[in-house]
């Protein structure tokens, strides 16, 4: 039913652009993403102290909130994003632990190198016993394809983190090929090295978190009886569930990685259960439909709710940077309310449908891509094109008496959002950022398109063709 491709998909583009014509009038073009979902997240009560769900590690035993903290999107004190907020970081995990919260995800490439550490002094007020620290050997750069580079990254983690051992340890995001897998982590030892530290206990759980091919994801999990995966970190929400492959050719659908994790008994760790807040920032029609069916709770409480329902998931990763995110987080978790068949039918066969139907650029807004080293904030661009299209605002149709209202609009929130030095028409084609972007985006192709429709826009030829 799914893939009945370009009459089925037209259907949806049809069905959810009249849908947004409508809705463009009513919730117009924001240049921050997240100020819907903020403002819905205000208006909710605390979270109860003591209700945490908790899932057990079935290989260690351990008790790990379903709700794990991703140490990705921290806060910053000002508009330089880079300039994190110590003070907030130590009241939101001071916050995540009082409501249950036990996991605790980063890793060196995080937060332009610095989450880590900020992590690390966040949590180092708190008894080792109460969490558990997830890293990851994050060696992408042929310069630290070495031995050595990687045991230095390996321990500088530990010392960043503060402690002398890791909780979870994951290679990070392999899938790419097995010839970069090999350079990264067999051919230099790295794997013999970690199975060693994992004997000594400075290491107490092994595994891998996949962004790629299926046919790297099948080599690395038959791997498993020489590694021993204890875990294994794989994006999981109701649109990629059935139309990551769809969407992207060289991802995997994650109704597949899910089922041959379950048939081996590996607990599955769930990222970007939100896709970067996309799933949290509906367009309007859609968020409608949510609220209709749970007037209580939070557009992003049912992807929440859709990723913590099968039970071979051991936790689900989100980068709150808001107190409102954290406390919307732990509402849908304290305790899980699991999904009923219906709920999850209408997830897959009404919501995801007519998102896939709106051929968005799937970004995540990870910031993998960055920085660019000519100053192009990638996602910034790609997330205000997508809002706008999303709230069915992008100044296309000619005869529309709404065109130049919209133009305006449309060039204002993106000088915003993005300073014009940042923009897309700074790009060179470079492609120093595509071979790391886990949703596979061919970014300079995508900055350019954007790029011309801005120049389209500013000269009014879109109005005039």
């Known amino acids: 039913m799914k893939k009945q491709n370009i009459s089925r998909r037209n259907f949806l583009k049809v069905l959810g652009g009249g849908a947004m014509t409508t809705a463009a009038v009513l919730t117009g073009c924001k240049s921050k993403t997240e100020s819907k979902a903020v403002e819905e997240y205000k208006k909710q009560v605390e979270p109860p102290v003591g209700k945490m769900t908790y899932r057990t590690n079935p290989k260690t035993g351990d008790k790990v909130s379903l709700l794990g903290y991703g140490m990705m999107r921290l806060p910053s004190k000002t508009e330089n994003q880079d300039d994190y907020d110590q003070d907030m970081i130590n009241r939101q995990i001071d916050y995540a632990i009082e409501h249950g919260m036990n996991y605790f995800d980063t890793s060196p490439v995080y937060c332009q190198g610095k989450s880590e550490a900020c992590t690390g002094i966040a949590l180092s007020r708190h008894k080792r016993e109460e969490y558990f620290v997830a890293t990851k050997l994050s060696n992408f750069h042929p310069s630290t394809h070495s031995h050595e580079a990687s045991v230095a990254m390996y321990l500088n983690s530990m010392k960043q983190l503060q402690v002398d051992y890791i909780d979870y340890y994951l290679l990070h995001a392999v899938g790419g090929g097995m010839d970069e897998f090999n350079a990264r982590y067999v051919d230099n030892g790295m794997m013999d090295y970690l199975m060693k530290e994992r004997e000594a206990g400075r290491i107490r759980n092994l595994g891998f978190s996949f962004h790629g091919k299926k046919t790297v994801f099948d080599e690395i999990l038959a791997m498993n009886d020489k590694y021993h995966w204890d875990f294994v970190q794989i994006e999981l929400n109701y649109l990629d569930w059935d139309f990551a492959n769809e969407i992207s050719s060289n991802n995997v659908d994650a109704s597949y990685l899910y089922a041959e994790l379950e048939k081996q008994g590996i607990p ?46 051991l936790t689900v990763l989100s980068g709150m940077t808001y107190m409102e995110h954290l406390k919307d987080n732990l509402l849908t978790y304290c305790p899980l309310v699991p999904l009923n068949q219906i709920d999850q039918r209408f997830l897959d066969q009404t919501i995801a449908e007519r998102i896939v139907g709106l051929e968005n650029i799937p970004c995540n807004d990870c910031k993998y891509c960055m920085p660019c080293p000519y100053g192009i904030d990638i996602p910034a ?7 706008c299209k999303n709230d069915g605002t992008l100044p296309r149709l000619v005869m529309d008496d709404e065109y130049y209202r919209l133009r305006r609009q449309y060039l204002i929130g993106l000088d915003r959002a993005v300073p014009r030095m940042r923009q897309a028409d700074h790009c060179i084609g470079c492609g120093q950022c595509e071979p790391h972007c886990p949703q596979s985006i061919h970014i300079p192709r995508e900055l350019q398109k954007i790029s011309q429709f801005v ?3 500013k000269q009014d030829k879109v109005a005039k063709e």
Request: no cysteine; glycine share 8%; charged share 20%.
């Open 381 to 387: 661009i790609f997330v205000h094109y997508n809002k």
């Open 268 to 313: 599955a760790v769930i990222m970007e259960p939100l896709l970067g807040g996309r799933l949290a920032n509906l367009p309007q029609y859609l968020a409608t439909q949510l609220k209709q069916r749970d007037p209580e709770h939070s557009v992003a409480s049912w992807a929440f709710r859709y990723a913590g329902t099968p039970k071979g998931v």
């Open 455 to 457: 120049e389209d826009l």
